[in-house]
């Protein structure tokens, strides 16, 4: 079984500039998250698709990421314009179902972001 | 919200030795409790996870246990080897209201095992 892949693993750029990555989940999975880790501690959510809906997204900065999740599959998370707090890893996951929230999370290896 | 809170930040323990690793939570009613397993520069892994109906459980040398009164939980690791050494992290996740099964994580647990 093919695991949760993202794009790309490195990107680095200048404060103020936008930024986009890619997710694709394992085949099936009908729950998608994106995490925020920086560097030190634990990943911290920013939203959760169920299918193509957002379930929650309190701890995303609408100001300045946006997130979607077209056809219920692949997501992209955007981030415009960068700050350079935004300097972390970004981990996509996936999971099978929401059941009872009873679920495995399955991680991507995530983007390193870096900004200048 | 839940609030996760993970000790030791690092802990530092010989090849054969056992390491514990604890956590607490806030949100009672959480019922779900994973750890992850996360070596430097790739993605967390699962390992272990324990849901709220059981007190305990074993898979060969790892062990969590959960006490819901106190609202705390326990990764122990026994007979540890230099391929333990990763960065631990332990996360809550609750059911009910408008959750949906977020996980909430610990800030961590840096452990090291010397040969």
């Known amino acids: 079984e093919a695991g949760v892949a993202q794009s790309p693993r490195y990107k680095i750029i200048e404060k103020r500039q936008s930024v986009a990555f890619w997710c694709n989940p394992i085949?099936?999975?009908?729950?998608l998250y994106w995490y925020q880790q920086i560097l030190g501690q634990g990943p911290k959510l920013l939203i959760q698709f169920q299918n193509n809906g957002v379930v929650d997204d309190s701890q995303l900065p609408k100001d300045r990421f946006s997130a979607e999740r077209l056809k219920g599959v692949d997501s992209t998370l955007k981030i415009q314009p960068a700050k350079l707090e935004d300097s972390a890893v970004y981990l996509c996951a996936s999971s099978l179902v929401y059941a009872g929230g009873l679920n495995e999370q399955f991680f991507g290896p995530g983007t390193r972001l870096t900004v200048l | 919200g839940e609030n996760v809170e993970q000790h030791p930040s690092t802990l530092s323990v010989q090849e054969g030795d056992s390491a514990v690793i604890k956590c607490t939570y806030s949100?009672?009613?959480?019922?779900?409790f994973p750890w992850y397993k996360q070596e430097l520069g790739k993605r967390p892994q699962l390992i272990i996870d324990?849901?709220?109906?059981?007190g305990e459980k074993k898979d060969q040398r790892i062990a969590v246990t959960l006490n819901k009164t106190a609202k705390h939980f326990s990764l122990h690791i026994t007979e540890t080897q230099p391929e333990d050494s990763a960065v631990y992290f332990c996360a809550a996740s609750s059911a009910g209201g408008t959750s949906y099964g977020k996980l909430t994580f610990g800030q961590g647990t840096i452990l090291t095992v010397h040969p």
């Open positions: 085949s099936g999975h009908a729950t």
């Open positions: 949100d009672s009613a959480s019922n779900y």
């Open positions: 324990i849901r709220s109906n059981v």
